[in-house]
Nanobody, 120 residues
Framework: QVQLVESGGGLVQAGGSLRLSCAAS????????MGWYRQPPGKQREVVAT???????DYADSVKGRFTISRDNAKNTAYLQMNSLKPEDTAVYYC??????????????WGQGTQVTVSS
């Protein structure tokens, strides 16, 4: 089994910053792509940022230049640094990790979600 634990969400004023973390534990052989997604109120879940095992990153246009995704492979942890937050960034944020439990099996796992609320 693999467990993901997210932390770092909260309430912040517009222009502020937050850092989200997503730590994986359990039966882990390796972790491939790590990603952050968000689901604003009344809307569908959308991708925010991804980072491959090689460190290549990709961002949604709406967060480019403000958010930074990173990873610590030794700690099996993904991070999302969010700066210059806007009210439209308000959402539940989820991490997604592509985890190999052995050489033959790879699955996607989701975090429990963490609420980010940006006040104007």
């Amino acid at each position: 089994q693999v467990q993901l634990v997210e932390s770092g969400g909260g309430l912040v004023q517009a222009g502020g910053s937050l850092r989200l973390s997503c730590a994986a534990s359990g039966s882990i052989f390796s972790i491939g792509t790590m990603g952050w997604y968000r689901q604003p109120p009344g809307k569908q879940r959308e991708v925010v940022a991804t980072i491959t095992s090689g460190g290549s990153t990709d961002y949604a246009d709406s967060v480019k230049g403000r958010f930074t995704i990173s990873r610590d492979n030794a700690k099996n942890t993904a991070y999302l640094q969010m700066n210059s937050l806007k009210p439209e960034d308000t959402a539940v944020y989820y991490c997604n990790l592509n985890v190999a439990r052995n050489l033959r099996r790879r699955d996607d796992y989701w975090g429990q979600g963490t609420q980010v609320t940006v006040s104007s």
